[in-house]
C-alpha cells in the first residue's frame, strides 16, 4: 500500500509516484521510437529524475530499491516502435457475492492486503473468461460474469506500484469450495459490508458501488472522473 502522508510542500507520496510513472512511461516511449543518440541520453536522464522521485515517494522502500536499479529495470522494460509505446497494464477484478449480501476477498501475501480477487488480463482470453479463472484459482470458488461495474485507475486508488487499469465484474457463485491459493493468497473469506477487513485496498472508492450492484441495484459503470487540473491532483 501506498503511504497517503505529504511529502515536501504538500504533495503527497501518491502524487509523487504518479508523476514519477507518468515521466517514466514518457522517457521509455521515447526511447522505443527514438534513433538520435542525443534524444535517447536525454530520456535516460529523465528516467533518473523519475527514478529518484520514485524513491522519495517511498523513503521505506529505499534500502532495498535504489534509484539506479529502478533506472535499469525500466530500461529492461523498452521496446521498439508500437511495441515500446508505454501504455498501463489491465488488471481483471471480480466482485463476488453470495445469497447473505456477502462479498468474496482475498489477503494477498506479497502486501498482506486485502482486495477482491484479481489478476492480469493474460492474451487468449476475454475480460469475463480472466475473471472466471482468477477467482477460482485464487479461492476455489466458480463464478458467472455479470456485469461489468468499474474501470478503475489502479495508481488513484492507490494499491499498486504498476500503473494499470482494473475492470471490476460483478460476478455470483455457481459452485466450488472456499479455499486460498497456496502462493497467491495468505487468507480467503466470505465479508459483510459492515465487518471488511482491513487493511484493504482502496475500499473508499470502489465499496459503495461494489455492495449496491451486490444488492441487485441498478448501478452506472463507475469510471475515475477527469480532475481539475488533471495532472496536479491526486
Not at 7 to 21: I, K, P, T, Y
Not at 200 to 219: D, M, N
Amino acid at each position: 500500500m501506498l503511504a497517503s502522508g505529504c511529502v515536501g510542500d504538500g504533495a503527497s507520496s501518491r502524487d509523487l509516484l504518479r508523476w514519477s510513472e507518468a515521466l517514466a512511461g514518457i522517457a521509455r516511449t521515447g526511447l522505443g521510437f527514438t534513433k538520435s543518440l542525443y534524444e535517447r541520453e536525454r530520456f535516460e536522464e529523465v528516467l533518473r529524475v523519475a527514478a529518484d522521485i520514485r524513491v522519495a515517494a517511498e523513503p521505506s522502500a529505499a534500502a532495498s530499491e535504489d534509484a539506479d536499479g529502478i533506472v535499469e529495470e525500466w530500461l529492461g522494460q523498452v521496446g521498439d516502435g508500437v511495441a515500446g509505446y508505454v501504455t498501463p497494464k489491465i488488471a481483471v477484478g471480480a466482485a463476488v457475492g453470495n445469497d447473505k449480501g456477502e462479498i468474496l476477498l482475498i489477503r494477498r501475501a506479497d502486501s498482506g492486503v486485502w482486495l477482491y480477487p484479481t489478476g492480469w488480463a493474460d492474451v487468449g482470453y476475454s475480460a469475463a473468461e480472466i475473471v472466471v479463472k482468477e477467482v477460482a484459482e485464487e479461492t476455489g470458488i466458480e463464478v458467472e460474469p455479470l456485469r461489468l461495474i468499474a474501470v478503475l485507475d489502479g495508481l488513484r486508488l492507490g494499491f499498486t506500484r504498476v500503473p494499470l487499469y482494473s475492470l471490476v465484474f460483478q460476478c455470483r457463485p455457481v459452485g466450488g469450495e472456499l479455499r486460498a491459493h497456496p502462493l497467491e493468497c495468505s487468507d480467503v473469506g466470505w465479508f459483510a459490508e459492515d465487518a471488511l477487513p482491513s487493511p484493504l485496498a482502496g475500499a473508499e472508492r470502489w465499496r459503495s458501488q461494489v455492495f449496491a450492484a451486490l444488492r441487485g441495484e441498478s448501478v452506472e459503470i463507475l469510471f475515475d472522473r477527469p480532475r481539475e487540473p488533471m495532472w496536479r491532483e491526486g
